[in-house]
């Protein structure tokens, strides 16, 4: 379409640009995205050294290079970095955040602040896994990253190390829920013109059904984790037999995300591979339709699987039955995609750039893990490999051949239009080789060692065993391995300062974001671009999707239009994420320390940032973000699609608590049981809440309308209100103690207390939420306009509220009938 | 099983009972009444007929849970599709326009009431309190196979609206809401299916057929719900979707050219006609 060649407009500085500081209060999705990959790839050489440590250990048989304790914290914290530090950050933190809002439009992410807040507390979480090195009683976590219960009990693992790795994680699954949040509601809401859900590249697909499997799968492992903290710190016995609970309670909250985990980390990756083949097949991707159909089809079957990780756990034949049915139909969608990319290389005019080395790795790889993933589908064979290095080839294959060759050749992709200089492609190629080498060595042995018995996650085996070989073929191979990777870091290092200067577009690719410089404006886009087609920047190249013309592409970049550019407002940077981050860091410490004032001085900086950043009010595009947002997103406003979001994440945390009380309600009852539940008191709190929620409707009526007198009484009221049901909750519980029914009475009073607790707590959120309103609205600053606000808390109110009527149906009416 | 009377009357109030009121309202209202409209409304009662008839006799008579829990499957997922498929929208506005009665529907509409209501009656209905009393009383089951049917029209609704006064979801958003249909039906399934002893009283006890234990019986029977209404599930969620690609296709520049010739990706005979 533009057949004009324009220049590239010089005058906009790279988002690189500008003083240090300004990395520290950085709201920009771009510098944002560098600081996690960054952080990421230092983390990569902790977990690759660790790598290292293990493969030395068992080089020979019964070594002493590492005492069993040492190798237990190793493997750990190998599995635990490269999971929660490395591939996550890399796939979501960087590559995400970096080419999302590029790829459909949009001048940043949704939430930007969100955006900031959720890299530093990923950067405060995974301080704090490490953190036990600086104490005496510490040491690193030692449990493995699955963290099986009750070998994390108080117990059997005493130290301090398992509670660093519990907050540690918790203060990690924080920051991904707010990243899955931000990108769910920027890729809903924020698309350019044009951009229908079907035109998006396959990459934004695959992030925004990752985002969904976030929101909805973290809230389990949050939840066994803070039933975790329970037992250690309060102690409950959420996961001890002794008290009639059992430790599978774990494995199921644990693999109930733990699997739809494994596709958060593939299904970027099958992204990326998505963009990077028919970019350079220069050909459209094969199948568009289904390869959208068959991401949404694995995040529908992910919630399925879990049982398929407890064969072993004894569930009986009908479980086992139905999970390995449900995890075979997983590899339909999975093969859907093998054979569309391999369809898309088919018939292409080739370039062979390491990027794409990488992608055509990835297939064969990947396809390796898949089938013998397969294998363990079939419960008969799982159960001879389970707990065999078996499982860890196959793993490896999967989340190293697949996801880590899939960030490899995005690295070499994406590199020259993060930093605006090529990377070195022989050295490339060279990686790319050691790499194949390195990897396939050291893991495809690890097939026949599980299947001669070798077991994982032990320190040390016999000289009789017959697997010394390949250990030490492994061990040499995975040093070819870090070869490799050495290789990619002196690569990149050289790239920053020597590298060959990048074009815009040097791959001549197909997605929006080669349509600007490289490295792009702070700002990303001049004017917005309009989207009329898949494959949009090739189409605007090109005229067509389909077509292979040769005539010269148009060169890249935006027009300039300074008037348009003098207009652009980008959002004020803060300190308020940092800040915070830091306070949960404290509060994360002085649990674990036990020291109230650390604890509460955290909590203070918390609660202090929180309300800074409410009423810091973004200068960004409140008039952009609503043109966009009406254009592309279908109209929803950015903020109400996220709380949107978030509720539904809340949802999900309160089935699994509620799920939880149905399981243990009725098991070893010690103490008295539901027959000291007071309906009356209850069914009287029940009814000031329903009745607050009415007033909350009726002050949003007001605000619409308005009406600034009425705005006050209605949202005082439902303050009041609010309270009334947390002092009648006080009195209430007090009123249990006294009957005998204690926090660690028994299995039944401590899920109520737990989920009547954080129902409560839930309350209390929403009544300071409602309270900052309040005091907005006396200070005038809660206008007609901004009924939104009070929209929003309403919304959250009115689920507090309806999540208060199950539990009050399921947890007081229904056990009191059955009691009586 | 031989012998045993399979059309009991209630099936046959029942289908009578709307089979009357379809044909009063067809003549009343006098519209145009396709003929497959009148099909699809004969499968609905054909399936009405056969879930409230042979499976309920053999379900709850016979005590088999597996066939019982197919009968809730027809009721929910089967017969208020077809029933919504069968009845044209002016035979349905005068009714859901009415004064009276427009704010309740408009209430309905909403995915979200729509979805909390049905997993309410869904997962409520599934409680042996109320499942055994359905179970020993005939007038009960009726009660509670009704409300099956009313909750699966609730839940179809927003999906499947034939009224364009009460618009259906966009594609993207019903596919998010089957996703959130399969939440329900995990939350019966799973405990029924997971249960260490027999969940309900009206089959622990009496004889078999088919040599199967009660307890064999409940496994199959929550089987049945996980991975049928799962895969049902699955297959709406398919149908769906690639109706959306047909409508997103729809305006892609080149929508015109005939839909077969983009199947084909490598050919030897450039110009065969397709």
């Known amino acids: 379409m533009a057949a004009q060649p324009k220049p590239i407009p010089a005058e906009y500085p790279s988002y690189l640009k500008g003083d240090p500081i300004g990395w520290l209060n950085t709201i920009d999705h771009k510098r944002v995205a560098v600081l996690y990959g960054v952080s990421a790839l230092l983390f990569m050489v902790l977990g690759g050294i660790e790598a290292l440590l293990i493969r030395i250990q068992l080089f020979e048989p019964n070594n002493k290079f590492l005492s069993a304790h040492a190798y ?95 907050i540690g994680l918790l203060i990690l699954g924080i920051s991904t829920v707010l990243t899955g949040l931000n990108f769910f509601t920027t890729i809903v809401t924020m698309r350019a013109p044009g951009m229908t859900y079907m035109r998006m590249p396959m990459f934004v697909w695959s992030i925004l059904i990752t985002s969904i499997l976030i929101l909805l799968a973290f809230p389990p492992l949050t939840v066994g984790l803070i039933f975790l903290f329970m037992d250690r710190f309060f102690g409950t016995h959420y996961y001890q037999a002794v008290a009639g609970a059992t430790p599978i309670l774990w494995q199921h909250l644990f693999w109930l995300f733990g699997h739809p985990e494994v596709y958060i980390m593939a299904l970027p990756a099958f992204g990326m591979i998505s963009e990077l083949l028919p970019t350079f097949s220069r050909k459209p991707l094969f199948g568009y339709p289904m390869m959208v159909y068959s991401v949404i089809l694995i995040a529908f079957l992910s919630y399925g699987v879990w049982g398929h990780h407890m064969f072993a756990t004894g569930m009986g034949p009908v479980a086992d039955a139905t999970f390995a049915i449900t995890s075979m139909l997983i ?41 013998s993933g397969i294998m363990h589908a079939s419960v008969p064979i799982d159960l001879q490999q389970t707990d065999s290095y078996f499982v860890v080839a196959h793993f490896h294959y999967v989340l190293f051949g697949g996801v880590m060759f899939a960030i490899l050749g995005s690295f070499y992709y994406w590199w020259p239009k993060v930093t605006g200089r090529m990377l070195n492609e022989k050295l490339g190629k060279l990686q790319f080789w050691l790499t194949v080498i390195g990897f396939n060595g050291t893991f495809f042995p690890m097939h026949f060692l599980g299947t001669w018995g070798m077991p994982r996650r032990i320190y040390t085996y016999g000289a009789g065993m017959g697997w010394t070989f390949w250990n030490q073929f492994e061990t040499v191979s995975a040093f070819i391995l870090g070869l490799a ?24 690719g197909r997605t929006l974001e080669w349509s600007m410089p490289s490295p792009p404006p702070a700002f990303n886009f001049v004017t917005i671009p309009e989207v009329h087609a898949r494959d949009a920047f090739w189409a605007r190249k090109y005229g067509s999707t389909g077509s292979r013309a040769s005539q010269a592409p148009a060169v890249a970049g935006d027009p300039p239009n300074t008037e348009a550019a003098e207009h652009i407002h980008m959002p004020e940077p803060s300190f308020f994420p940092i800040v915070l981050a830091g306070g949960l860091l404290l509060c994360g410490l002085g649990m674990v320390v036990a020291w109230w004032r650390l604890i509460m001085a955290g909590g203070a900086i918390i609660f202090l940032s929180i309300i800074g950043m409410a009423f810091q009010y973004p200068t960004f595009g409140q008039k952009t973000h609503e043109t966009e947002a009406a254009s592309g997103g279908g109209g929803e406003d950015l903020r109400k699609v996220g709380v949107w979001a978030f509720i539904g994440s809340e949802s999900v945390f309160f089935a699994t608590l509620i799920a939880t009380f149905m399981v243990y309600k009725s098991r ?54 609010g309270l009334i049901f947390l002092g009648d909750q006080a009195y209430e519980f007090t ?73 009050f149906t399921l947890v007081y009416l229904m056990q009191k009938v059955k009691g009586a | 099983m031989t012998g045993a009377v399979y059309i009991t009357p209630g099936a046959a109030i029942v289908v009578a009972a709307l089979v009357f009121v379809y044909a009063w309202g067809a003549r009343r209202l006098g519209g145009k009444l396709a003929r497959e409209r009148k099909i699809l409304f004969g499968w609905a009662m054909g399936a009405l007929l056969v879930a409230l008839g042979p499976m309920d006799v053999i379900g709850v008579g016979q005590r088999l849970f597996f066939v019982h829990m197919m009968e809730h499957f027809m009721l929910t997922m089967v017969v208020p599709p077809l029933l919504i498929l069968g009845t044209p929208d002016w035979m349905l506005r005068p009714w859901v326009l009415s ?151 729809g305006n892609l520049p080149g929508a015109g050219t005939p839909r077969r010739a983009q199947l084909r990706v490598v050919t030897t005979q450039p110009h065969a006609r397709v």
């Open chain 1, 72 to 166: 237990n914290q190793v493997f750990t914290m190998h599995g635990t970095t490269m999971i929660f530090l490395v591939v996550m950050p890399l796939l979501l933190g960087a590559a995400a955040n970096f080419i999302v809002p590029l790829q459909i439009g949009a001048r940043d992410v949704a939430f930007p602040r969100i955006n900031a807040l959720s890299f530093w507390i990923f950067l405060s979480g995974a301080a704090f896994l490490h953190m036990g090195w600086f104490w005496h009683h510490g040491g690193l976590p030692d449990a493995g990253w699955f963290g099986y219960a009750n070998l994390t009990e108080r117990q059997y693992t005493p130290g301090m190390a398992i509670d660093f790795w519990d």
């Open chain 1, 331 to 371: 590899a339909i969608p999975t093969g859907i995609k093998i054979f569309s990319w391999i369809a898309t290389v088919w018939g292409g005019s080739l370039r062979m750039t390491t990027a794409f080395y990488f992608a055509l790795g990835f297939i064969i790889e990947f396809t390796i893990g898949g089938l």
């Open chain 1, 485 to 508: 990777f050495l290789i990619m870091f002196i690569n990149l290092l050289t790239s920053l300062f020597n590298g060959e200067i990048a074009p815009a577009d040097p791959w001549d």
């Open chain 1, 668 to 721: 070893n009852l010690g103490g008295p049981g539901a027959n000291v539940l007071e309906i009356p008191l209850t069914s009287f709190s029940t009814f000031i809440l329903l009745m607050s929620s009415l007033l909350m409707v009726l002050a949003l009526a007001a605000t619409q309308r308005g009406d600034r007198v009425w705005q006050r009484v209605w949202l005082c009221g439902t303050v009041i209100f």
């Open chain 1, 735 to 807: 009123s249990l103690y006294g009957h005998g029914l204690g926090f660690t009475t028994d299995l039944f009073s401590q899920c109520f207390f737990t989920l009547v607790g954080f129902h409560g707590a839930h309350v209390a959120i929403g009544v300071i939420w409602l309270s900052v309103l309040l005091v907005a609205s006396f200070m005038d600053r809660l206008p007609k306009s901004r009924a939104l606000s009070v929209e929003l808390a309403g919304l959250y109110w009115h689920f507090v509220d309806i999540v208060w009527v199950v539990i």
């Open chain 2, 99 to 249: 004064r009276p009665l427009r704010p309740f529907f408009n209430l309905l509409n909403k995915p979200l009431v729509a979805f909390l209501l049905f997993t309410a009656l869904f997962v409520g209905g599934h409680d042996p309190l109320f499942l055994d009393a359905a179970c020993h009383n005939g007038l009960v089951r009726i009660a509670l196979h009704l409300m099956f049917i009313v909750a699966g029209l609730v839940m179809w609704w927003p999906i499947m609206s034939p009224l364009p006064e009460f618009p259906r979801l966009a594609y993207p958003y019903q596919i998010f809401y089957v996703f959130l249909l399969l939440i329900p039906m995990t939350a019966v399934a799973a405990p029924i299916t997971l249960a260490h002893a027999v969940l309900y009283t009206w089959y622990a006890h009496g004889p078999h057929p088919l040599g199967l234990t009660p307890m064999e019986d409940q496994v199959a029977g929550g089987l049945f719900m996980w991975i049928g209404n799962g895969l049902f599930l699955m297959c709406v969620f398919s149908g769906i979707f690639f109706r959306w690609i047909q409508q997103e296709d």
